[in-house]
C-alpha cells in the first residue's frame, strides 16, 4: 500500500501535466501549408511535411525528390515553402534543394503580416 505523502506527490506529479501539456501546444509545430518544385511547376506536400513535423518543437528533413516523391520539374532547381504557426504566430520560409530545412518557432521566420486592402 502507498504512503500518504507518496500518493500526495504523485497527485502532485499528476496535476502539474496539463498546465505542462497546455505550455508545449503553444510551442508546438502546425504545418498550415507546403509545396515543392520551381515556378508554377509545384506540388502540394502539405501531407509530407505533416508527418515530418507537426506537433514538434521543431523537425528537420532534407529538400530532396526523394522526400516528396516524384520531381515535379525535371531539370530546375527547387525548393520547399513551408508555411507553419507556433500558437498563434504565423510562420514562412523558403528552403532550397539539396539543404536540410528547418522548421522551428525562430523569429526570424515569422511571416510578415498581409498588406492593408488598398482603397479603389
Known amino acids: 500500500m502507498l504512503s500518504k505523502s507518496v500518493l500526495m506527490a504523485g497527485l502532485a506529479i499528476a496535476a502539474a501535466l496539463p498546465?505542462?501539456?497546455a505550455l508545449h501546444a503553444a510551442e508546438a509545430l502546425e504545418i498550415k501549408g507546403a509545396s515543392y518544385g520551381y515556378a508554377?511547376?509545384?506540388k502540394d506536400v502539405k501531407d509530407s511535411?505533416?508527418?515530418l513535423c507537426d506537433g514538434k518543437a521543431s523537425c528537420k528533413?532534407?529538400?530532396k525528390n526523394d522526400t516528396f516523391g516524384a520531381d515535379p520539374s525535371p531539370g530546375n532547381?527547387?525548393?520547399v515553402m513551408v508555411f507553419w504557426n507556433c500558437g498563434a504566430t504565423a510562420h514562412k520560409q523558403?528552403?532550397?534543394e539539396g539543404k536540410t530545412a528547418t522548421v522551428d518557432c525562430d523569429p526570424s521566420t515569422v511571416a510578415p503580416p498581409a498588406p492593408a486592402p488598398q482603397p479603389k
Open 19 to 21: 498546465a505542462t501539456r
Open 40 to 42: 508554377m511547376e509545384r
Open 49 to 51: 511535411v505533416v508527418k
Open 61 to 63: 528533413f532534407a529538400v
Open 77 to 79: 532547381d527547387k525548393g
Open 94 to 96: 523558403q528552403f532550397a
